[in-house]
Nanobody
Framework: VQLQASGGGLVQAGGSLRLSCAAS????????MGWFRQAPGKEREFVSH???????YYADSVKGRFTISRDNAKNTVYLEMNSLKPEDTAVYYC???????????????WGQGTQVTVSS
């Protein structure tokens, strides 16, 4: 599976962004999809994942502010981010795997990342 993330940018605190991740190469609907992020000097951390059928799970730090969704017809997963905070600043990565987990090391396929910067 090849993944291409997009939609990052610079936004003020309280603003919104929508990230997209387009997949190709294998049957998209067979895979769970996830979003992770990595801030400078920190380890990659789990943000959210979604099953092939649409079941969602979120990190506590983003629950209520971020929404993950997928369009299997378009082979795309989205991350709608609202009420953004400066601490959300990071490179955001999409990932695909057969099994959902919060552990980054367990995800097989990764996109190239898209930068999200939230100014205070």
């Amino acid at each position: 599976v090849q993944l291409q993330a997009s939609g990052g940018g610079l936004v003020q605190a309280g603003g919104s962004l929508r990230l997209s991740c387009a997949a190709s190469g294998r049957t998209f609907s067979n895979y769970a999809m996830g979003w992770f992020r990595q801030a400078p000097g920190k380890e990659r951390e789990f943000v959210s994942h979604i099953s092939w059928s649409g079941s969602q799970y979120y990190a506590d730090s983003v629950k209520g502010r971020f929404t993950i969704s997928r369009d299997n017809a378009k082979n795309t997963v989205y991350l709608e981010m609202n009420s953004l905070k400066p601490e959300d600043t990071a490179v955001y990565y999409c990932a695909a795997a057969s099994v959902r987990t919060v552990l980054a090391g367990s995800w097989r396929y990764w996109g190239q990342g898209t930068q999200v910067t939230v100014s205070s």
